[in-house]
């Protein structure tokens, strides 16, 4: 089993920066990719950023040149940068963790708010 703990978000203006933080425990090894994800009220839930073991990672396009996904391997903590956040990054953003075999995990999620 696989259990994530996302943390850092909050409450900024338009402009600022916030970190999140998806920390793993349990079975570790298991994980392939690790996903941010987040959905905004009345919305569907979207990807946002993914890391793969071998350090790929991808980006929503409107996040690219914003946001920065990272892993600390010693933390087993995968984190998010967010820089300039827009008023239209307020979502809750949630951590997926892909397993071997197709298993999927998910963290409780983490609120982010960005006021004009």
């Known amino acids: 089993q696989v259990q994530l703990v996302e943390s850092g978000g909050g409450l900024v203006q338009a402009g600022g920066s916030l970190r999140l933080s998806c920390a793993a425990s349990?079975?570790?090894?298991?994980?392939?990719?690790t996903r941010w994800y987040r959905q905004a009220r009345g919305k569907q839930r979207e990807l946002v950023a993914g890391i793969t073991n071998a350090g790929t990672t991808n980006y929503t396009d409107s996040v690219k040149g914003r946001f920065t996904i990272s892993r600390d391997n010693a933390e087993n903590t995968v984190y998010l940068q967010m820089n300039n956040l827009k008023v239209e990054d307020t979502a809750v953003y949630y951590c997926?963790?892909?397993?071997?075999?197709?298993?999927?995990?998910w963290g409780q999620g983490t609120q982010v708010t960005v006021s004009s």
């Open positions: 349990g079975s570790i090894f298991t994980i392939k990719t």
């Open positions: 997926n963790a892909v397993l071997l075999y197709g298993i999927s995990r």
